[in-house]
């Protein structure tokens, strides 16, 4: 709903005759819209997805993508949402290309879920890192790193269900609690594993480890 609301609210604005805005107020009302345009794809394109997985129609449609241009549509998505709080994303690549055999729209939706949560969970001025490393010969390495709250070891396996949220205790609430649920289901039907460790000081990294198409 809230994405919604501030869809509205923004269009009210543009559509108002009492009160027209100049050109640089309007893109001031449209940055917040944009936002929740993207809040909403990305939340109807997991309920899609969880809907397949659940109904045994998940498939892939697999080709040999590179994972560093996968990495950089995901970016592309988020970016509004980093600038919005300020935060910087810092990217590293492997000298050399890490081309894998997969779905390129499944996995750009994984690392735009691991993206977002890094950013929602993050605090304004954060610093988040994305870095594809080759771990051995057959296997690359996509992690994203926060400066969230962290995940207790206990609940390390629980949240990658369906339906479980990250300290739902808390005051904001973000989404329904199925992008991690998506991304562990598409990356093991790919043939790879998923995670999360402590970020050295304080936050999270989310990995996914893939074979290499070599």
Not at 118 to 132: G, H, N
């Amino acid at each position: 709903r809230t994405p919604l609301s501030t869809l509205k609210a923004s269009l009210e604005l543009l559509v108002s005759d009492e009160n027209p805005l100049k050109p640089e107020e309007i893109r001031q009302v449209l940055r917040p819209a944009y936002l929740s345009v993207v809040g909403l794809q990305t939340l109807v394109d997991n309920l899609l997805t969880s809907s397949t997985i659940e109904a045994g129609y998940f498939a892939l449609h697999l080709d040999d993508v590179d994972l560093g241009m996968i990495l950089a549509d995901a970016v592309r998505v988020v970016q509004p949402m980093l600038e919005r709080r300020q935060q910087q994303l810092v990217v590293e690549l492997p000298a050399i290309h890490s081309i894998v055999r997969g779905d390129a729209a499944r996995l750009t939706q994984v690392l735009i879920n691991l993206l977002a949560n890094a950013a929602k969970y993050s605090p304004d001025r954060a610093s988040i890192e994305a870095t594809i490393t080759r771990k051995r010969p057959v296997t690359v390495r996509v992690a994203v790193a926060d400066e969230g709250p962290g995940v207790a070891r206990s609940e390390r396996e629980e949240i990658f269900h369906r339906f479980v949220r990250h300290h739902e205790n808390e005051r904001e609430q973000y989404g329904v609690g199925l992008g991690l649920y998506v991304a562990k289901t598409t990356i093991m039907a790919h043939g790879g594993c998923i995670g999360v460790d402590d970020r050295p000081g304080a936050g999270s990294i989310f990995w996914f480890e893939l074979p290499v198409d070599d």
